[in-house]
Nanobody
Framework: QVQLVESGGGLVQAGDSLTLSCAAS????????VGWFRQAPGKEREFVAR????????YYADSVQGRFIISRDNAKNTTYLQMNSLKPEDTAVYYC?????????????????WGQGTQVTVSS
């Protein structure tokens, strides 16, 4: 069982940067793939980024490629999403998720564990 808690959301202006954190419980966190997703009001949840067990392999949605960076520190049981050059369309609730890997899907899903989400609002 893994519990995930996101933090770091807030209100920022367009062009600003923000880093989200996803803290995980459990001693085997390093064996889990972690992904970030987001859901804007009135829209479906969408994939943002994911990282392999080691953090050495990462995938991004086209909409954030080159602006967002996903990373992890397994010693701290934490995954990060560094968001640069934020745009109003990045406004959403951001969720982290985890699974044991082995998926052939680009988003790495389906995921077994989800956090409660953290709100990111980007003003123009």
């Amino acid at each position: 069982q893994v519990q995930l808690v996101e933090s770091g959301g807030g209100l920022v202006q367009a062009g600003d940067s923000l880093t989200l954190s996803c803290a995980a419980s459990g001693r085997t966190f390093s064996r889990y793939v972690v992904g970030w997703f987001r859901q804007a009001p009135g829209k479906e949840r969408e994939f943002v980024a994911r990282t392999s067990w080691s953090g050495g392999i990462t995938y991004y949605a086209d909409s954030v490629q080159g602006r967002f960076i996903i990373s992890r520190d397994n010693a701290k049981n934490t995954t990060y999403l560094q968001m640069n050059s934020l745009k109003p369309e990045d406004t959403a609730v951001y969720y982290c998720a985890a699974n044991r890997g082995g998926s052939t899907r680009y988003d790495g899903g389906p995921y077994d564990y989800w956090g409660q989400g953290t709100q990111v609002t980007v003003s123009s």
